[in-house]
């Protein structure tokens, strides 16, 4: 009895220890190997090449500093409002 209700105390402890470490998931927005590139146009969207890979029409690189790493980051929000247009502008969708 005393060996159930240990394993069970245990548990819970491990249990409150993780909820407390500060355990979070991120999603990235490409594999390991990838890099994140945007559509132009007012379409928008995004796909994922791989590293040292040019990206092919009708995506581009993101602007330097204004790269989603993860799945809801500041940059992948930014994006959903915005894109980019032919000339390489910003703007607003």
């Not at 245990?10 to 559509?39: D, K, N, Q, R, W």
């Not at 009708?58 to 409002?81: A, C, F, I, N, S």
């Amino acid at each position: 009895m005393r060996t159930r209700i240990s394993i069970a105390l245990a548990a819970v402890g491990l249990s409150a220890l993780m909820l407390t470490a500060g355990c979070s998931f991120e999603e990235s927005i490409c594999g390991s190997g990838e890099y994140p590139a945007i559509a132009v146009g007012a379409q928008g969207g995004s796909a994922c090449f791989p590293d040292g890979q040019e990206p092919t029409p009708p995506y581009v690189r993101y602007p330097e500093g204004k790269v989603p790493q993860h799945v809801d980051d500041e940059w992948d929000v930014y994006w959903r409002t915005h894109g980019i247009d032919e000339n390489n502008t910003i703007v607003e969708r």
